[in-house]
């Protein structure tokens, strides 16, 4: 694979993360970001973690397939890792990370990886859909929308996760995170985010969910998602929920 000249935001967090698929274009850029912020390591971490969580939570209660928006680079403890039984459909919009992707995934026949546009489902390929997650739309499924709400205004946002809602067969479930306000003081990381970044107050991100029902552990801190002992010691930057499509 060529070296990209621009960072990702995928192989930064990969590289946050502790893994091996990233370039020195994105070293640089996250250590440029550590500089104007500081703790990016360990908010990253805690929020894999919470996706962790979030996705034994749906399979132990009987899912078996999952699809994922905006997923990034598919190592590190991502979907397939922490549900080795479930199959799994990665998507994103980045050529290159899908390009990553699909060679890291070329030995399996459980999760693939494919090009899908979050707020157009019709965008995913039907035959890599119905392959790895079988029953769409006639079984539950799990979907992960991570890291996407704060690129999407409030209006998109919204009409995205109600068209997944009508999609998604009763008794699919939802993980969702959202960001805070914690870049608010921080005005050159800010700045490094871009004019498409949307910060919310906690209040904000309920009503956004719609139709979809947050589990009885609400919409917090993902560090404090049912989490065993003390919630790790990171800033309040990301939220998170799973929410259902009620069976009845």
């Given at each position: 694979m060529s070296e990209?000249?621009?960072?990702?935001?995928?192989?930064?967090?990969?590289f946050w993360l502790g893994g091996e698929h990233h370039f020195p274009v994105d070293v640089?850029?996250?250590?440029?970001?550590?500089?104007?912020y500081g703790p990016c390591a360990a908010i990253f971490?805690?929020?894999?973690?919470f996706l962790g969580r979030a996705v034994r939570s749906i399979a132990d209660a009987g899912v078996d397939?999952?699809?994922?928006?905006?997923?990034?680079?598919?190592?590190?403890?991502?979907?397939?890792?922490v549900v080795p039984d479930a199959t799994v459909l990665y998507t994103d919009v980045d050529p290159v990370t899908i390009r990553l992707g699909q060679r890291l995934l070329a030995g399996s026949d459980r999760a693939g990886y494919g090009f899908g546009d979050a707020t157009d489902i019709g965008t995913i390929?039907?035959?890599q859909l119905h392959r790895f997650v079988p029953g769409w739309g006639r079984r539950p499924v799990g979907v992960v929308f991570l890291g996407l709400a704060a690129?999407?205004?409030d209006a998109t946002l919204a009409r995205t996760l109600d068209e997944l809602y009508e999609a998604a067969a009763p008794g699919s479930?939802?993980?969702?995170?959202?960001?805070?306000?914690?870049?608010?003081?921080?005005?050159?990381?800010?700045?490094m985010m871009g004019p498409a970044f949307r910060m919310r107050p906690p209040t904000a991100f309920p009503p956004l969910l719609g139709r979809w029902r947050p589990t009885a552990d609400?919409?917090?801190?993902?560090?404090?998602?049912?989490?065993?002992?003390?919630?790790?010691?990171?800033?309040?930057?990301?939220?998170?929920?799973?929410?259902?499509?009620?069976?009845a």
């Open positions: 990209p000249d621009q960072p990702s935001t995928a192989r930064m967090i990969d640089a850029a996250a250590r440029a970001f550590e500089g104007a971490r805690s929020l894999r973690d397939g999952f699809l994922v928006f905006g997923a990034g680079v598919p190592s590190q403890g991502n979907v397939h890792e390929d039907p035959a690129f999407l205004d479930f939802l993980a969702v995170d959202f960001d805070s306000e914690e870049l608010a003081t921080y005005p050159a990381a800010l700045a609400g919409v917090v801190p993902v560090a404090e998602w049912r989490t065993q002992g003390e919630p790790a010691p990171v800033p309040d930057a990301f939220y998170g929920a799973v929410a259902t499509k009620p069976t």
